[in-house]
C-alpha cells in the first residue's frame, strides 16, 4: 500500500503578498489570495491546500483574529503549515501560535505585493514551503533570504528586511 503524504496546509491572512491596485485614484487593497497561482506557476507538485482566513492588513488583524489563527491551525489534520501574512504584525501572530505544539508552523509574506514584476514574494513563498517540509516542530518565520525563529527576528524597517534578535 502506498504512503499518502498530507497535504502542506496554507493559511492566507492578507498582507502585501496578496495587495493590488485597483485603479489610479484608490490606494492598494488586499486583493485575491496569490498563494494557489504562485505555487500552480512554480509546478509544485507536493500536495497543499489553500485556506483563506482573512484579507487584511496586518495592522488590522486583532487579538481575536489571532486567538482564530491559532484555533485553526490548532484543529488542522496536518503538522506542516505555512501562513502568508502582512510583515508588520507577523511576528506577533507567531508568538501566538509558538504554544501549538506538534506542527511545523512558517510564516512568510513581502515587502512588496506578489503581483508585481520585482516582488520578493515567490521567493518567499518557495522559501517557506522548503522549510516546512524540513524543519521540526516548532514556528518560524521565512523573509530576507533567512528562515528565522518566529521569536528570534523582527522587522528592520529602515533597511526593508527581517533579522535576527538572537544576536
Known amino acids: 500500500m ?3 503524504t498530507p497535504p502542506i496546509v496554507v493559511i ?3 498582507g502585501t503578498i496578496d495587495k493590488a491596485y485597483f485603479d489610479a485614484l484608490s490606494a492598494y487593497k488586499i486583493g485575491e489570495p496569490m498563494v494557489k497561482k504562485m505555487l500552480d506557476v512554480a509546478n509544485v507538485t507536493r500536495p497543499f491546500r ?17 486567538r ?11 503538522d506542516r503549515v505555512v501562513i502568508t501574512h502582512g510583515t508588520d504584525t507577523m511576528t506577533d501572530s507567531a508568538q501566538v501560535l509558538k ?6 508552523i512558517v510564516f ?16 518567499n513563498l518557495g522559501m517557506a514551503f522548503a522549510a516546512v ?3 521540526p516542530p516548532g514556528v518560524y518565520v521565512a523573509m530576507s533570504g533567512q528562515v528565522f ?15 535576527s534578535t538572537a544576536e
Open 133 to 135: 517540509q524540513t524543519l
Open 12 to 14: 492566507t491572512t492578507g
Open 68 to 78: 482564530a489563527l491559532y484555533e485553526t491551525v490548532a484543529a488542522l489534520d496536518t
Open 99 to 104: 504554544a501549538i505544539a506538534g506542527k511545523t
Open 50 to 66: 489553500v485556506v483563506e482566513m482573512f484579507r487584511k492588513d496586518s495592522l488590522d488583524l486583532t487579538d481575536q483574529d489571532r
Open 2 to 4: 502506498q504512503k499518502v
Open 149 to 163: 525563529r518566529g521569536d528570534e527576528v523582527r522587522k528592520d524597517r529602515e533597511h526593508a528586511r527581517f533579522v
Open 108 to 123: 512568510t509574506g513581502a515587502l512588496s505585493p506578489a503581483r508585481f514584476a520585482e516582488s520578493d514574494a515567490m521567493f
